[in-house]
């Protein structure tokens, strides 16, 4: 008899638990981040997090009145794990949006899970042109390697730069950044003589640079994923590479805001081109880049992070447009066409492909208040993804 | 191509410092440690925050790091490893790859998981070039002082293993644990000297190639590979063994990447696969002696 009371009482504690859970639910807004927290792109997942958590603490948690709960999951670079993570947040949380994603087929092997569950995916780093055409319910706000790679290759024939090798890390964007940095140079009348693939877990650049320097072109163009253009720019130098007379051009990745001022003074003068430098001279940024530093003493903002608080922006304007109602597809309906002026200046969703089109600067390494930073010295307006097949 | 064979030299000595530890554990105690790759990152770590947070210089810091590793590796077989010995060695390996996961993770979470970037000292940074066109020997001066400190450790080494009493015991408890103790060596002060040795120079290694490498957390993980390569090629009864397998593996490494850059990654693979396959024992093994 007692035995019973117990079982009884513990069903209506559980009945009641559960449904006030369900109560809860249905007045908060989910978003899933899902970002490489350790492994080898942990800097991208401390840059975004951060970005995420700052836009909230500067905007409430609270849209159309909906409470906004950010889950952050450690997928650790590792695909096949966030695939998982994604599963268990779609079926387990519920969550309202995927967001995050800190390589392309991290992106890419998430894209089948947000496609059947109709969850929108923001993919706030990862940045090879098919992955929005993986799932039409993916929209990026981070940047593509074709877009900044375009821009380079208009600005290298102009400068005395006619014949370049080229040297990759062997993955899709740095695939795509050879291939579009290749045919655009081509149109402008200058030449890649080799293209140079390096595999992604390469101890030693060494192999590689020699030959470069053996090839003796008049410039080399590099692209490595963010983290690792400090070995780079090391061994370059280290080479006697630019005394050889071989400039060093290379997407943003390589100096990467995050780790510029530790490159050293040898990487003075190298040029760049890339979507958003944490020296961007606009009011919005400086607020931003001030932000960030006093919510987290040491780090200074990089494009990874400039993805994350402006995929945030998307999907709290998207929320804020729809106001809860329709589910997934009238919020990927609501996040297409978004025009604003984020940190990296201005930019806006694509209606059609539901990528980024934004400006692309050319930068060059200066040392600002006794800092390494990456100064814009030239723009190219309103860039579309050049790389999109469909 | 003489710059590649200097930078494959280069490489392959610094393999031979981390790997050595290795084979001398391998051979000695027979105990499978996957988690020696640990122990050069503990060296590389002890150098990158010396010289970050405390400013020591570069040169000090080497010999600190050593220390460090071998401290560290002296205290753990003492504690963990030694009631390891006996049992079998799937058991040795998922300790020690366990081991391995707990210092990666702890390393993530005290210093952060970010490429971790030394400053040389200006004398290290220097280039040296003799001769011209085909033939130049391009020699950086950071890599020189690789070559010439391993050489000299080589040497060493293998004046202490054949010359001094104590190289003899290890020798002898290499050969027959149970008959050298019947002899009265003291073979668990020989397995903890020598752990601790390797163990520290595994730490020098990770010291010096913080620089050549790159140094994050996930080290052990990723060169376990190559030094569990050095030490099955070059076989685990001696110091020359190891240190041709790991000549020939970084200049088979560099040189492949330089020639062939499609197959890169996968020259020192085949190179081993070819290797093992004519000898299976390894490059120099001791007719006679426990395999």
């Known amino acids: 008899m007692k035995k019973r009371m117990f079982l009884d009482a513990c069903a209506l504690a559980v009945a009641a638990l559960f449904s006030a859970n369900v109560m809860a639910q249905a007045n908060t807004f989910k978003i899933g981040l899902i970002l490489p927290m350790t492994g080898q792109q942990a800097s991208t997942g401390r840059q975004i997090e951060a970005a995420a958590r700052l836009y909230m603490a500067q905007n409430g948690d609270t849209v159309a009145g909906k409470k906004i709960e950010l889950i952050v999951k450690d997928d650790t670079t590792v695909p096949t794990v966030t695939k998982r993570l994604a599963q268990e947040l779609v079926v387990n949380d519920k969550v309202n949006v995927l967001a995050g994603f800190g390589i392309t087929p991290s992106a890419l092997a998430t894209a089948p899970i947000a496609t059947q569950s109709k969850t929108p995916q923001v993919v706030m780093a990862a940045a090879t042109s098919i992955i929005t055409e993986a799932s039409p319910y993916i929209v990026r706000t981070s940047f593509t390697l074709a877009q900044v790679s375009v821009a380079l290759a208009d600005w290298a024939p102009k400068n005395g730069i006619k014949t370049v090798v080229s040297l990759v890390s062997d993955y899709g964007p740095g695939i795509d950044a050879e291939k579009y940095f290749k045919e655009r140079l081509a149109l402008n009348g200058a030449q890649v003589i080799e293209s140079l693939r390096v595999p992604m877990r390469n101890p030693d650049f060494a192999p590689f640079l020699q030959k470069v320097r053996d090839l003796k072109p008049d410039a080399l163009f590099v692209f490595v994923p963010s983290g690792a253009g400090a070995a780079v720019m090391k061994q370059f130098l280290e080479r006697g590479m630019d005394k050889a007379g071989i400039r060093l051009i290379a997407t943003g990745d390589v100096t990467d805001d995050d780790q510029l001022n530790d490159m050293g003074d040898g990487a003075l003068g190298v040029v760049t081109s890339h979507h958003y430098s944490a020296a961007h001279p606009s009011a919005v940024n400086k607020k931003f880049v001030a932000a960030f530093e006093k919510a987290n003493p040491g780090m200074r903002p990089n494009f990874m992070a400039v993805g994350g608080y402006d995929g945030m922006r998307v999907i709290y304007e998207a929320l804020r447009i729809t106001k809860g109602v329709g589910g997934g597809d009238a919020l990927v309906a609501a996040m297409k066409g978004q025009i604003f002026e984020s940190p990296r200046g201005p930019m806006y969703i694509d209606a059609q492909t539901r990528d980024v089109v934004q400006n692309v600067y050319l930068r060059k390494v200066e040392k600002v208040d006794g800092k390494l930073y990456n100064v814009e010295f030239d723009v190219i307006k309103d860039v579309k993804d050049p790389g999109k097949t469909k | ?291």
């Open chain 2, 1 to 291: 191509m003489l710059t590649i064979l200097f930078d494959g030299v280069a490489y392959g000595m610094l393999l031979f410092i981390l790997a050595l530890g290795l084979a001398v554990t391998m051979g000695l105690m027979n105990f499978i440690n996957l988690a020696h790759g640990a122990f050069a990152m503990a060296g590389g770590y002890i150098t990158v925050l010396l010289m970050q947070e405390a400013g020591v210089p570069f040169l000090v810091c080497l010999p600190l790091a050593f220390l460090g590793s071998a401290l560290l590796g002296g205290v753990l077989e003492r504690t963990l490893y030694r009631p390891l010995y006996h049992k079998p060695h799937l058991d040795q390996v998922l300790f020690s790859i366990g081991l391995t996961f707990m210092a990666v993770a702890s390393v993530d979470y005290f210093v952060g998981s970010s490429q971790q970037l030394i400053q040389l000292p200006e004398w290290l940074k220097g280039r040296s070039e003799w001769g011209q066109g085909a033939w130049t020997l391009g020699m950086g001066h950071y890599r020189l002082f690789i070559i010439v400190v391993c050489a000299a450790l080589t040497v060493g080494l293998q004046y202490v293993l054949t010359r001094t009493r104590f190289g003899s015991r290890l020798r002898a408890s290499v050969d027959d644990q149970r008959v050298a103790a019947g002899l009265g060596i003291n073979v668990n002060l020989v397995f903890l000297s020598t752990f601790a040795v390797g163990s520290g120079l595994a730490g020098l290694g990770g010291a010096l190639g913080a620089e050549v490498l790159g140094l994050d957390p996930s080290f052990p993980l990723k060169f376990m590979i190559y030094f569990l390569i050095v030490v099955a090629v070059g076989g685990t009864s001696s110091i020359t063994g190891p240190l041709l397998a790991a000549l020939l593996l970084g200049v088979a490494d560099v040189a492949g990447k330089y020639y062939i850059p499609k197959l890169g990654a996968f020259i020192v693979y085949s190179v081993m696969i070819a290797i093992l396959i004519w000898r299976p024992q390894g490059l120099f093994v001791r007719r006679g002696g426990k395999s």
